[in-house]
Every structure is written in structure tokens, then in C-alpha cells.
């Protein structure tokens, strides 16, 4: 949608730190399914879809895309705040909106209605609630920088083996989502590892055996627990992936991301950053 005035509408717990907070901003059409207000949109004109949308702002938009991953943040706070309720470091969920005012009404009385407030998410079927949180990160340009992936482009992957076994004991700079692992790590340590309402995993093309070594040193040296790791050696991320069902997937590469997608997990892309 394309109206010209941007809102933003924050619905969560209110938090006592608001600099503690972890944000999280979703787009409407992430949450919500708003396919076919999107068509009337293209198809018929703004003056339309905002009188299709003020006529029926009482009724609550289906779930879309990232619908779920948002309860699964919401279930990690009410957890958090069960354990302390004084806690300060909680996820803070922003929902983004070209829509005017007058039109976005009905996307804050469905947030209302479900409870919800709100990297490029992609358009997917919408998953079966489920907790724990489950996000899954690639390793190279996503959690980790993408130095050794610019060798494997510019000199071959044997170049690039070369360079992470003399690399092995220097940790990787960090990926423009090493920051939202961290703090995910930082909840996490807030219960035990069999009551923590969030599991993280790393799912990277790395081979085990020749490039795992640096990648596991490095989560180690930033004191980040991952709670599976999964060294693909270059093969599919798909069915891996299919057996974590997670509620959000991160990758650099649009490949990977078709393949999450072709298993249904939904996806978001990270694109090449450093």
C-alpha cells in the first residue's frame, strides 16, 4: 500500500526501560493477510481500499506471514514476566503501516483483537501456533561477517578453506544479526536450558569438518549459546530446516530462502551487508 502518511502502532507491554528493549517492527502485510485489500488497492485506487477498509474495521484480518512468529515473541515475554514480573529486557514489537490513519484503524483494532502488536519477510502459508520461539540463523553475512564468503566468491572454495584454517583461532567479525542473537541469548539465559522459551539454532553452508571449527570458536569467544548447530557442507537448507519448523528463518542468499519457502517455513532476507 502506498498511502503517503506512515503509522506506527506499538501495542506491547509497556516497558519500564524502554532502552533494555529488544524491537522488533512488523509490516501489516506481514502480520496480518492483506492480500486482497491490496488488490483493491492496485485495481480499484486508495479512495477505494480506504472505504473498503473504514467499512470493515471491526472485522479482524486473517493471520499472515509472520503471524506466529509474533505470538512466539508474546509467549517469551509472558514467560519472562512470570519468572519477574520487573523484568526489564523484553521484546518491544512495532507494527509498520503506509496505511492513513483513517484506512489504518482496522489494523489496530485486529491487533487489539488477537493480542498482537506489532529482514524483507517473504509472503507464506501460515504456521500452526506453536512455542517455544524458534529462529534459525545462516552463518556468513548473517550472524558472522561475510569476509570468508568474498574469498569463496573472488578464489574458489579451496581458496576458502585455506583462509579459515589460518583464521581458525581469530574470531569472525560480526553479521548485522549478531546483535539480535545476542539479546535472544541474553533472555535465554534467564531459565534453564529445559524451560527456556526460546531455541536458537545455526544452519550455515560451512562443511564441519574443514570450517566448523572457526564458526563454533567464534560463538564460543562472543559467549553465545546455540542450542543446535547444523554444518550443511553446501547442501540443501530445506530439510533441515522442515524438521525445525522454526518461526523465522535468516539467510543472505534468495536460493536458501526458496527453499525454506517450498517447505513452508517462513523466511526473511538479509541482504549482503558488510
Sequence with gaps: MADPESTVINTDVKQKD?????????TTRAIFNLEEEHRLYLE?????????QQANQDKPLPPGTAFTFIQAVQYVNK???ESNPAEDELFDILV???NS????????????????????VFQQE?????????????????????ETDQVFQEQGLERAVEYERAMEAVPMGEGPLKAFAMHLGKMRKKFSQEKSPIRTYLVTARSGRDMGIRAIKTLQEWGLAIDEAFFMDG?????????IQPHIFFDDRLY??????????PSAWVPSCC
Design 44 to 52: 480499484k485506487g486508495k479512495e477505494e481500499y480506504a472505504r473498503h
Design 235 to 243: 547442501a540443501p537448507k530445506g530439510p533441515i530446516l522442515a524438521q
Design 79 to 81: 514467560m519472562i514476566l
Design 96 to 98: 509498520l503501516s503506509n
Design 18 to 26: 524502554p532502552s533494555k528493549a529488544l524491537v522488533i517492527a512488523v
Design 101 to 120: 490513519p483513517e484506512s489504518g484503524v482496522r489494523i489496530i483494532n485486529s491487533a487489539k483483537h488477537y493480542g498482537v502488536s506489532a529482514a524483507l
Design 126 to 146: 501460515v504456521q500452526t501456533p506453536s512455542n517455544p520461539l524458534r529462529v534459525v540463523f545462516d552463518g556468513d553475512a548473517v550472524l558472522f561477517s561475510d
Design 256 to 265: 536458501n530462502i526458496q527453499g525454506a519457502q517450498n517447505v513452508g517455513v
